[in-house]
T-cell receptor, first 114, second 114 residues
């Protein structure tokens, strides 16, 4: 079983739709969960960062973590064409020392159509 | 907003040659990382660096690779004797702490080995 699984899509929605993006993971040691947005030929841009189970909201974005099910989600409300990008989930476990490497999902390609 | 900058944006090199990829992390950050993304695959962790030494490295990061912080602002990845399979996007990231401090990424260097 892969450590982090993410449906690569592609996902195509009309403008204004609610988008749901999801990742599952197998490593119960993961404690920190992130969502990054990646536009074509650009680096990952941090969108959301959560530590605990539950919901975290920032504007049109809501990140949800369910550690018991090893499942995280990102919801985008009122989606805009500018939201068209690849969305990457990433997570990490505290392994001691002075680092925490990120383990990424493969990314979901989202297109929001005007 | 402070950002991680990487140069060059694209590097083309003959197989067997050495390349140095350069990164300027965000100025008050202390933790530095290199990741790579082979076309169509996940972003993969290569190495983390703190206090002028490697904190952790992946299986990918063998003797062919080395990292250095030659001065107070730059962070470099050297790849010796490049191989065709080294062709990928290489991303630098930095953070200003470990707990509750997410990593911020540069836009990457696209390395093409001929």
């Amino acid at each position: 079983q892969k450590e982090v699984e993410q449906d690569p899509g592609p996902l195509s929605v009309p403008e204004g739709a609610i988008v749901s993006l999801n990742c599952t993971y197998s490593n119960s040691a993961f404690q920190y969960f992130m969502w990054y947005r990646q536009y074509s030929r650009k680096g990952p841009e941090l969108l959301m960062y959560t530590y605990s189970s539950g919901n975290k909201e920032d504007g049109r974005f809501t990140a949800q973590v369910d550690k018991s099910s090893k499942y995280i989600s990102l919801f985008i409300r009122d989606s805009q064409p500018s939201d068209s990008a690849t969305y990457l989930c990433a997570m990490s476990a505290w392994s001691g020392g002075s680092n925490y490497k990120l383990t990424f999902g493969k990314g979901t390609l989202l297109t929001v159509n005007p | 907003e402070p950002e991680v900058t990487q140069t060059p944006s694209h590097q083309v090199t003959q197989m067997g040659q050495e390349v140095i990829l350069r990164c300027v992390p965000i100025s008050n950050h202390l933790y530095f990382y290199w990741y790579r993304q082979i076309l169509g695959q996940k972003v993969e962790f290569l190495v983390s660096f703190y206090n002028n030494e490697i904190s952790e490295k992946s299986e990918i990061f063998d003797d062919q690779f080395s990292v250095e912080r030659p001065d107070g602002s730059n962070f470099t990845l050297k790849i010796r004797s490049t191989k065709l399979e080294d062709s990928a996007m290489y991303f630098c990231a930095s953070s200003n702490g470990v707990f509750n401090q997410p990593q911020h990424f540069g836009d990457g260097t696209r390395l093409s080995i001929l």
